[in-house]
């Protein structure tokens, strides 16, 4: 079992909806979570970061963090094109060394 | 403010061939990272530095060395290079080795033949 899990996708919304991306993770001592978006060819960028459990908003994006079921999620409202892009969840269970990636979804937002 | 950059941003290598890329951030971050990001693979933590004057390997260090050369700076190594070190290869840097956020910079697109 690879210890952070993302769906692959493609995940195609059209413009408006809401983009709901997921993650489940191995490790039950990990600590804080990330999620990275990435444009092609481009390096990854930190667009949230979650460190309890609930819901995290930060304008058009909420995390969401459930350690019971080990699993964090990416909300993304009034989905753009400009959305469309590689969303990589990273998990820290001690230390930035130990911070694990996952191979990420990408996203397609349809005009 | 630049953030963090590296150099270059391609290159080809034929199988044997030694060459270094160069990491530097302006962003007086303590730690500096490079990760190798190949397709299915995710982003692979190769060596880290957690502070100046400290290196420490990561998931997949065989075959590269670092140097952290001063605060600002961090380099890759590939004495001998190999076919299965093509990837693209990203330094990243962040205030310190905890949950602090990384900055990463633009990438190194390498290929080995």
């Known amino acids: 079992q690879k210890e952070v899990e993302q769906n692959s996708g493609p995940l195609s919304v059209p413009e408006g909806a809401i983009a709901s991306l997921n993650c489940t993770y191995s490790?039950?001592?990990?600590?804080?979570f990330f999620w990275y978006r990435q444009y092609s060819g481009k390096s990854p960028e930190l667009i949230m970061s979650i460190y309890s459990n609930g819901d995290k908003e930060d304008g058009r994006f909420t995390a969401q963090l459930n350690k019971a079921s080990q699993y964090v999620s990416l909300l993304i409202r009034d989905s753009q094109p400009s959305d469309s892009a590689t969303y990589l969840c990273?998990?820290?269970?001690?230390?930035?060394?130990?911070?694990?990636f996952g191979t990420g979804t990408k996203l397609q937002v349809i005009p | 403010n630049a953030g963090v950059t590296q150099t270059p941003k391609f290159q080809v290598l034929k199988t044997g061939q030694s060459m270094t890329l160069q990491c530097a951030q302006d962003m007086n971050h303590n730690s500096m990272y490079w990760y190798r990001q190949d397709p299915g693979m995710g982003l692979r933590l190769i060596y880290y530095?957690?502070?100046?004057?400290?290196?420490d390997k990561g998931e997949v260090p065989n075959g590269y060395n670092v140097s952290r050369l001063n605060k600002r700076e961090f380099s890759l190594r590939l004495e001998s290079a190999a076919p299965s070190q093509t990837s693209v290869y990203f330094c990243a840097s962040a205030m310190d080795n905890l949950n602090t956020e990384a900055f990463f910079g633009q990438g190194t697109r390498l290929t080995v033949v």
């Open positions: 530095s957690a502070s100046e004057g400290t290196t």
């Open positions: 990273a998990v820290n269970s001690g230390g930035y060394q130990k911070v694990t």
């Open positions: 490790d039950r001592v990990s600590q804080s």
